[in-house]
């Protein structure tokens, strides 16, 4: 059973949902980080560009070493750190475009689910933030019961929140976060 708007694992502890493959869009599959897409998920996290209004580039270890963890047991992983990553790969090409996620996140006090969407920028403009997050958001708010879910997105992001919009999120406010910057929260209900 899935508590309020957190990703916390049952009573009995399992995990619930499809956390190896999430399932296909049109142009996309939806799958758990594997070792084969360690190198395009540190290019990603390391691009100053993609991460621009999330913090800014991570170290390249750092991130080998999180995502390597994660491809090895994403079902404790989710567990112990409420969070879901899924690839996003073409399948025509095998080529990873970016991640999508479901992350714990506290806001004011609360625990929110926060839905990610993250793409390599030479996939920008393709609408495919908006077709592999379809689905995430469908799984959240069907599939795991959540009431809501939310995007922090940098005011400035406007592709962001072009996706959020598409996705059917509206404007809640205007949030402070920890670090002190100014972010927008946008949030969907079932």
């Given at each position: 059973?899935?508590?309020?708007?957190?990703?916390?694992?049952?009573?009995?502890?399992?995990?619930?949902?499809?956390?190896?493959?999430?399932?296909?869009?049109?142009?996309?599959?939806?799958?758990?980080?594997q070792e084969r897409d360690?190198?395009?998920?540190?290019?990603?996290?390391?691009?100053?560009?993609?991460?621009?209004?999330?913090?800014?580039?991570?170290?390249?270890?750092?991130v080998l070493d999180s995502?390597?963890?994660?491809?090895?047991?994403?079902?404790?992983?989710?567990?112990?750190?409420?969070?879901?990553?899924?690839?996003?790969?073409?399948?025509?090409?095998?080529?990873?475009?970016?991640?999508?996620?479901?992350?714990?996140?506290?806001?004011?006090?609360?625990?929110?689910?926060?839905?990610?969407?993250?793409?390599?920028?030479?996939?920008?403009?393709?609408?495919?933030?908006?077709?592999?997050?379809?689905?995430?958001?469908?799984?959240?708010?069907?599939?795991?019961?959540?009431?809501?879910?939310?995007?922090?997105?940098?005011?400035?992001?406007?592709?962001?929140?072009?996706?959020?919009?598409k996705l059917g999120m509206?404007?809640?406010?205007?949030?402070?976060?920890?670090?002190?910057?100014?972010?927008?929260?946008?949030?969907?209900?079932?």
């Open positions: 059973m899935w508590f309020g708007n957190s990703l916390a694992p049952a009573e009995d502890g399992t995990v619930n949902g499809t956390l190896d493959l999430l399932g296909e869009t049109k142009r996309l599959l939806l799958r758990a980080p360690l190198k395009e998920i540190a290019d990603l996290w390391t691009d100053p560009r993609a991460t621009e209004h999330i913090g800014g580039p991570r170290d390249r270890d750092m995502f390597r963890e994660y491809a090895a047991d994403p079902y404790a992983c989710a567990q112990d750190e409420g969070e879901r990553w899924w690839s996003i790969v073409e399948p025509s090409s095998g080529q990873l475009v970016g991640l999508c996620a479901l992350l714990d996140k506290e806001i004011d006090g609360q625990i929110e689910t926060e839905l990610g969407y993250f793409l390599l920028p030479a996939h920008w403009g393709r609408g495919y933030a908006t077709e592999a997050a379809r689905p995430v958001v469908e799984h959240a708010l069907s599939e795991l019961g959540l009431e809501s879910l939310v995007a922090i997105i940098h005011p400035e992001n406007a592709p962001s929140v072009g996706v959020a919009r509206e404007f809640d406010r205007q949030l402070l976060r920890p670090d002190g910057v100014v972010r927008h929260l946008y949030r969907s209900r079932r």
